[in-house]
């Protein structure tokens, strides 16, 4: 059985680098086939894609956060990063990584399964 | 980006009725050349992640009850659970995956009434 777990800070100062990991458990992340996801959810609200990267660290993120995005896989670990610069109020949020299995080298994939627990981070002073 | 609407935004029904959520995109999620739809529903429940009911509109996941049935194409689709169970109380998403990036309707919140 396939299992991820999000970790990393619950709180950023503004302005800072919010930093999480996705710790794969069940399956290797070598293999290939899949995009590891990260997804978040502001408080009370629906779900934003944030980007994916292969297991050769090919990346592809969402255009509206893409400036501000850096994930990067560690396939010794079975671990994926996420990292996000200049955070302010409006990044507070749950994030969720997931797994996806991917169509092609163009960032397609298909639907999130599964999915972590998700970490809560909040960005106050 | 394409855009998923869902409607109703929050729905009450009645142990053992019929729920039925709505859910449309901004573009076609149909693929001419596998005749697919790109589209799942995913049920989450409070303090828990999403889980995939449905995908490629209407198939159902494994493990998934049968109460639980996935149709539509094109733009227009829709979740219909056939008879309410109480642990059926939950926010249900549509996503197409259909182009990056993928993107997810706002949510609908079934309750029971």
Redesign the interface.
């Known amino acids: 059985q396939v299992q991820l777990q999000e970790s990393g800070p619950g709180l950023v100062k503004p302005s800072q680098t919010l930093s999480l990991t996705c710790t794969v458990s069940g399956a290797s992340i070598s293999s290939g086939g899949y995009y590891w996801s990260w997804i978040r959810q502001h408080p009370g609200k629906g779900l934003e894609w944030i980007g994916y990267i292969s297991y050769s660290g090919r990346t592809h993120y969402n255009p509206a956060l893409g400036s501000r995005l850096t994930m990067s896989v560690d396939p010794s670990k079975n671990q994926f990063s996420l990292k996000v610069n200049s955070v302010t109020a409006a990044d507070t949020a749950v994030y969720l990584c997931a797994r996806a299995k991917s169509r092609d080298n163009s960032g397609n994939s298909d639907w999130f399964d599964p999915w972590g627990q998700g970490t809560l981070v909040t960005v106050s002073s | 980006d394409i855009v998923m609407t869902q409607s109703p935004d929050s729905l009450a029904v009645s142990l053992g009725e019929r729920a039925t959520i709505n859910c449309k995109s901004s573009y076609s999620v149909l693929s001419r050349s596998n005749n697919k739809n790109y589209l799942?529903w995913?049920q989450q429940k409070p303090g828990?992640?999403?889980?995939?009911l449905i995908?490629w509109a209407s198939t159902r996941?494994s493990g998934v009850p049968d109460r639980f049935s996935g149709s539509g194409s094109g733009t227009d689709f829709t979740l219909t659970i056939s008879s309410l169970q109480a642990e059926d109380v939950a926010v249900y998403?549509c996503?197409q995956?259909?182009?990056?990036?993928?993107?997810?309707?706002?949510?609908t919140k079934l309750e029971i009434k």
């Open positions: 799942a995913y828990q992640p999403p889980k995939v995908y996941e998403y996503h995956y259909y182009t990056t990036p993928s993107t997810f309707g706002q949510g």
